[in-house]
């Protein structure tokens, strides 16, 4: 089996408390004596002649003989001192199952522990004034780093003939550079003084290509630690707030420029933002915006060479596509030779409905060949998809924000729902794996958005994002459809002999727990099953052979112990040979006993034992 442990709190489990949850959930209790670890089930205690030993240094193991002699405590007497007494009663065990829920799945956005100042001195900001629409604004401006959870691509200034390297501390004199980075923002009109400041933190994507050549490309950011996935169909939701501008600086008081989308007489197009991102678990699958795709595919497609290092769009009047289909099912952009060389298999040539939308790569001749549109973009995207906001005719083009377009429907009835984009997770199997999240630098960014021919376009420099989220939910929290009440992560296990006549036992809390279809956690336990693997779904009992739930087992465990009179005996006694594992019968009683608590006399060769009745 396997567990996967995260602390509520997002901090590290210490050995010892991982070691008492697997107990638990096993049903057994485990004691260090020696250099060893054991887990125990007393309940079967007197029948076990063997044990498993596994050594984690070389991950190997072996069956251990086990002598299970009933020590006889009343021969063994060191001195008379002994006590006993009859150990409480309960009839009513409650189990908790405290799930450890798993519905964020990557770092709080700003994170003030993990977004610091990129200077030594933590205060470090810069302040500058402009004009802005006939007014005076200051501008303060600090900039920031990722301590432990991102990744992203430091920003470096483009100059010809000169070696590119990184910028290791940001500036206002060269934050007009090329790549990514944090920075904090805040803004007044210059005539009033505040007497606090508002600070907005965002990550800044920027372009400023020698020439206008568009520069930044590339993975901009990416989760540096990757989170493990483990769940049963549900949904991704992942969503960005950002909006573009013509400046570095990300204060809102910024004005680029109040154009809008157009589509009239001087339009010459424009497309919707879109940003390219990679969603994959470890190298099984990745997202490719219809579907989960294995990434063996992904292999394929390379050692044949499908894909091409494609151009576009470009003008080109009277362009013409070739394609066929190849013994792999890929379809082939050929040139038009090439094309009426092939017989024998299925093949197609077309044009381009708009002249100023046309597509290519260059072939090994140095010849070009002109592709679709859809074949490009899997080019460009590879194991990749784009998160996508739809622009209108009408919104402004710079200096508002803006967020993905919604694909979350309230008929998908999630738990916790929110707008975003919807990944669908695969329902049939299980998702288990390393989460790899990457986002590059959108599409709009080092471009003019909105072409026309009647105006001078603006380049968009900048790209000023302020969230970014990725959460995982699904329909199965969800009671019902008419209000937004979900399950209890927590279940809930208990058993009451007679309700009339109750005596509660201390909740005892499970950390690692059975599968719950109504709660995501990352509690549950996992089995392998030849490649597979599955959620544990119940145990079998060695003693008694039932199937049951861990948290079902553990009731029927202490049910049946407290719920009928137990002896409990203490006393010193000779030590011979005894362990924590060593099964005592004490005459008097003709009861057996194993230890509940020991105490080693080695001076005088004796043990001060608590022993609990067994049956």
Request: proline share 2%.
């Amino acid at each position: 089996m396997i567990g996967i442990f995260f602390d509520e709190a997002n901090e590290p489990e210490n050995c010892k408390d991982v070691l008492e949850y697997i107990a638990r959930y096993l049903g057994m209790t485990c004691y260090y004596y020696g250099d060893s670890i054991y887990f125990v089930d007393y309940d079967i205690i007197k029948n076990i002649n063997s044990y498993t030993k596994y050594t984690l240094s070389d991950d190997s193991n072996t069956v251990v003989a086990l002598d299970n002699t009933v020590i006889n405590v009343n021969q063994n007497i060191y001195e008379s001192n002994a006590s006993i007494a009859i150990g409480e009663l309960y009839n009513k065990v409650v189990v908790v199952a405290n799930s450890n829920s798993n519905n964020t799945i990557i770092p709080e956005w700003n994170d003030e522990d993990d977004i610091i100042n990129q200077n030594v001195d933590a205060n470090k900001y810069y302040e500058s004034t402009r004009d802005i629409s006939g007014k005076n604004y200051t501008l303060l401006n600090a900039f920031f780093k990722s301590k432990n959870n991102w990744d992203w691509n430091k920003p470096y200034l483009f100059e010809i003939n000169k070696p590119i390297e990184p910028i290791e501390e940001v500036t206002p004199d060269n934050a007009a550079s090329n790549g990514s980075y944090w920075q904090k923002a805040a803004y007044y009109e210059t005539a009033n003084e505040p007497s606090s400041l508002n600070w907005k933190t965002y990550f800044t994507i920027s372009d400023y290509g020698l020439m206008g050549w568009k520069t930044t490309d590339g993975v901009q950011l990416s989760l540096k630690n990757k989170l493990p996935i483990a769940v049963k169909g549900g949904t991704f939701i992942i969503d960005i707030n950002y909006r573009l501008s013509g400046d570095w600086n990300a204060a809102e008081c910024i004005v680029t420029s109040d154009e809008q989308y157009y589509d009239g007489k001087y339009s010459t197009g424009f497309t919707d933002t879109m940003f390219k991102c990679k969603l994959a678990i470890g190298d099984k699958m990745y997202y490719d915006g219809d579907g989960w795709v294995n990434y063996q595919e992904y292999h394929n497609k390379v050692a044949r060479s499908y894909y091409k290092i494609c151009n576009g769009p470009n003008t080109w009047a009277g362009a013409t596509w070739y394609k066929y289909l190849d013994e792999y099912g890929y379809w082939r952009f050929v040139t038009k030779g090439e094309y009426d060389s092939i017989s024998g298999r299925e093949k197609y040539s077309g044009g381009y409905a708009d002249r100023n939308y046309v597509y290519s790569y260059t072939n090994s001749n140095n010849e070009r060949v002109f592709v679709e549109k859809w074949f490009y973009d899997e080019c460009k995207l590879q194991d990749c998809f784009y998160l996508v906001h739809k622009n209108k005719v009408g919104d402004k083009v710079f200096d508002t924000d803006y967020s993905l377009t919604n694909t979350v429907s309230w008929r998908m009835n999630l738990a916790e729902s929110e707008d975003g984009v919807a990944v669908s997770l695969p329902s049939d199997k299980m998702t288990l794996g390393e989460l790899i999240f990457e986002l590059y630098a959108p599409n709009q960014l080092g471009t003019t958005p909105m072409r026309r021919t009647d105006k001078e376009p603006v380049r968009c420099n900048s790209f000023h994002i302020n969230d970014v989220k990725l959460k995982y939910t699904t329909s199965d929290y969800v009671k019902d459809i008419f209000n937004d009440e979900t399950y209890d992560e927590d279940l809930k296990f208990e058993n009451v002999i007679d309700e009339n006549i109750v005596n509660d036992f201390d909740d005892i809390e499970f950390r690692i727990n059975t599968y719950n279809e109504h709660a995501g956690s990352y509690s549950y336990v996992l089995t392998k099953i030849g490649d597979e693997y599955y959620f544990v779904d119940t145990l079998t009992d060695t003693a008694s052979l039932d199937k049951l739930k861990a948290e079902e087992h553990c009731i029927n465990k202490y049910v049946n112990y407290y719920s009928k009179p137990r002896f409990r005996y203490s006393n010193s006694i000779k030590n011979r040979g005894i362990s924590l594992n060593s099964v005592l019968k004490e005459n008097t009683l003709n009861k057996n006993f194993v230890i509940n608590s020991i105490t080693y006399d080695l001076i005088n060769n004796k043990c001060d034992v608590e022993l609990n009745e067994i049956r």
